[in-house]
């Protein structure tokens, strides 16, 4: 059994993460296209962009399930592409990944799931796993299903499971694909609350995608904001809120951006 | 051309009408819609479709008569985005064409390969960096494999005895030579009939079941979240799963021959009146230990092979549940005809050999 922190040496830095050019196409179309990005060791940071412009993609090459086409993802110093099998293995124990549907292990119960990490990748005692993922389970207010099977959970019941999984090895870093998506406000707050408590107490970098902005508000230092597969700025949560860009500003008042309108095209077939 | 309503009962007379006056070669069609009181979406897809078609013919179209309601809705649609595909429309090559139907055997054929490799090396390789074969996730996928097909292995066991007994009894009649059935039977049973059948059964239960099982496992990110935990789903998942079903070909094997010669022997018994002393005895000058340990090694073999393919088909698993469903398909055909061509080449090694 490989231990963690036994070999791992993490680099000094003070970007945890750095993203450098990362260009990506899936089925012959560009769906990321030079994305830079730095994100602090101990931030709350948010990536924010419409609906499939590709954030999901970009959780994948930062986790490194997914190699981008071009470009390269930089992890406590080590470029996560291009580790050796050990090397990636370390690193990802030092991340967690709460992904967008859950990805919940359909053949074991909640607890089971959340345990599954500390069983696979520490030596400690089944009690201790046991209480230890009953812990984190508890953090999202998911105790009283431990024992159900994830195809018995609502939507946003497996969201919070997947939270609780991703955080089960005291992660560096933890990502979130929209945590709040689907939940309701009060536990979409509360959710929001946990993200804050595990960064200010355990100092976790959190990086969080959404499109809640109340949520993003709420918890982030600095935000990215992703269009058309760039990042179309990128800096502190109030300078964010205040930039003139007309397409942040309809992202963040929710209106249609006015060029948007291209749809009276029926016009040049009129006969006039 | 008018109707007083441009809606899903009409629209198809209509369009028809419309496709006519196109073929007819005009430069310029003028649609007057002006008639039209009540309208829904298939009416208007009627007029986009109207649109694309002269498009695609390089005929210009103009349109008159929208009401305020018609360019509401078309506010919400881009006219340009829906007919730009009649522009292309490249003709495919009799070459693409064979390649768009070889390609996916090609990669499926080398997925198989790469993923018997990754288990060999895991299972060669693996003890020597201290992981060892998971002992309590091979347990659950024999349970599945070995156990659960216990009841229809012994009903196939039993019936094929008495049938292989029964067609040779009407052979050996003629001839008085009826204590020969145990011969028969024992012989194709145990070099032919017994792996064989244990391969198929284990393709159609096991096979399906991993490559369904992975496939979905992929698409619910499941295989990406354990990679993402540090787990390894070829240590994890796959290799239990192979050694499971090498493991159940190899029991199972043994167990169908076992009943389907019983079977062989109560029929001898029971029609042609031989006792079941004889008939072991005529079985023990028959069967030789080497034949035993070939038909084992035969079987083993054909569950790896059930057992990677099932894996690798459904870890490669790309879009949905319709992928799922083919490589469940695949798993079962390419493992039934995978396990033949092996039962061939065992064959002809063994007539080459000796
Ligand atoms: N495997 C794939 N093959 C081809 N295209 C893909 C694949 N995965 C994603 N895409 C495309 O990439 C784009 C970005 O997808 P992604 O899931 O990253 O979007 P997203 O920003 O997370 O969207 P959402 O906010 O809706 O979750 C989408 O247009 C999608 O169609
Ligand atoms: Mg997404």
Redesign the pocket.
């Known amino acids: 059994m490989e231990l963690p922190d036994s070999t791992f040496t993490p680099r000094r830095t003070d970007d945890i993460v750095r993203v450098l050019a990362v260009t990506t196409s899936?089925?012959g179309?560009t769906?990321l296209d030079g994305v830079d990005l730095a994100i602090r060791r101990g931030e709350v940071f948010v990536i924010m962009?419409p609906?499939?412009?590709?954030?999901?993609?970009?959780l994948r090459h930062l986790c490194g399930l997914l190699a981008p086409s071009f470009g390269s993802v930089t992890v406590e110093g080590h470029d996560i592409h291009a580790a050796s099998p050990e090397l990636l293995h370390l690193l990802r124990l030092r991340t967690g990944l709460s992904f967008?549907g859950g990805a919940l292990l359909g053949s074991m119960t909640v607890l089971e799931n959340v345990e599954l990490p500390l069983r696979e990748n520490t030596e400690l005692p089944a009690r201790v796993i046991r209480e230890t993922a009953r812990m984190k389970l508890d953090m999202v207010g998911l105790l009283h299903a431990a024992d159900l099977l994830p195809s018995s959970l609502s939507g946003g019941m497996k969201k919070r499971a997947a939270i609780a999984r991703a955080i089960a090895l005291d992660p560096e870093i933890v990502y979130f694909d929209?945590p709040s998506a689907g939940l309701d406000p009060v536990t979409a707050a509360e959710v929001d609350n946990l993200i804050q408590k595990l960064n200010q107490v355990f100092g976790i970098t959190m990086v969080v995608?959404t499109?809640d902005l109340q949520s993003a508000h709420a918890i982030a230092d600095r935000v990215a904001v992703l269009h058309e597969g760039r990042v179309l700025r990128c800096g502190t949560r109030d300078q964010i809120w205040a930039d003139p860009d007309p397409r942040i500003r309809a992202f963040i008042e929710r209106r249609l951006p006015v060029e948007e309108v291209d749809g009276m095209d029926i016009l040049r077939f009129l006969e006039i | 051309m008018a109707a007083a309503n441009l809606d899903r009962s009409s629209v198809a007379a209509l369009t028809g009408d419309f496709e006519r006056a196109l073929r007819e070669g005009p430069e310029r069609v003028i649609v007057d819609l002006g008639a039209v009181e009540a309208f829904d979406s298939a009416g208007l897809g009627g007029v986009v479709a109207g649109l694309e078609a002269a498009k695609a013919r390089g005929v210009e179209v103009r349109l008159r008569g929208l009401s305020q309601a018609m360019l509401d809705f078309f506010s919400l649609v881009s006219v340009q985005r829906l007919t730009a595909s009649a522009e292309r429309g490249a003709e495919i090559g009799p070459v693409t064409r064979l390649g768009e139907f070889v390609e996916p055997i090609m990669d499926g054929a080398v997925a198989v390969l790469a993923t018997a490799g990754d288990v060999l090396r895991e299972l060669v390789v693996g003890p020597f960096k201290r992981r060892f074969l998971r002992l309590d996730r091979t347990a659950v996928e024999v349970d599945h494999c070995a156990a659960g097909a216990l009841p229809i292995i012994a009903l196939i066991g039993f019936l094929l005895g008495l049938i292989l007994a029964m067609q040779a009894y009407v052979q050996l009649r003629v001839f008085g030579a009826e204590i020969y059935i145990a011969n028969m039977v024992g012989v194709s049973v145990l070099a032919e009939i017994g792996p064989l059948m244990t391969a198929i059964v284990l393709a159609a239960r096991s096979g399906s079941r991993n490559a369904a099982q992975l496939g979905a496992m992929v698409v619910g990110e499941e295989i990406a979240a354990l990679e993402q935990m540090g787990v390894r789903p070829l240590r994890f998942l796959v290799v239990p799963k192979v050694v499971a079903c090498a493991f159940a070909a190899l029991a199972l094997s043994v167990i169908f021959d076992v009943i389907a010669m019983a079977g062989g022997a109560l029929f001898a018994w029971g029609v042609a009146g031989i006792e079941f002393d004889a008939f072991a005895q005529q079985l023990r000058g028959a069967l030789h230990a080497s034949d035993f340990f070939l038909a084992l090694i035969k079987s083993a073999t054909f569950g790896l092979a059930v057992g990677v393919i099932g894996c690798a088909l459904g870890l490669r698993v790309r879009g949905g549940s319709e992928g799922v469903g083919r490589a469940t398909t695949g798993a079962v055909v390419v493992g039934i005809f995978l396990v033949i061509v092996i039962d061939a080449v065992f064959v002809t090694a063994q007539r080459l050999l000796g």
Do not use: A, D, F, N
């Open positions: 899936l089925g179309r769906i962009g609906s499939g412009c590709g954030k999901t993609t970009l967008q929209e995608v499109h």
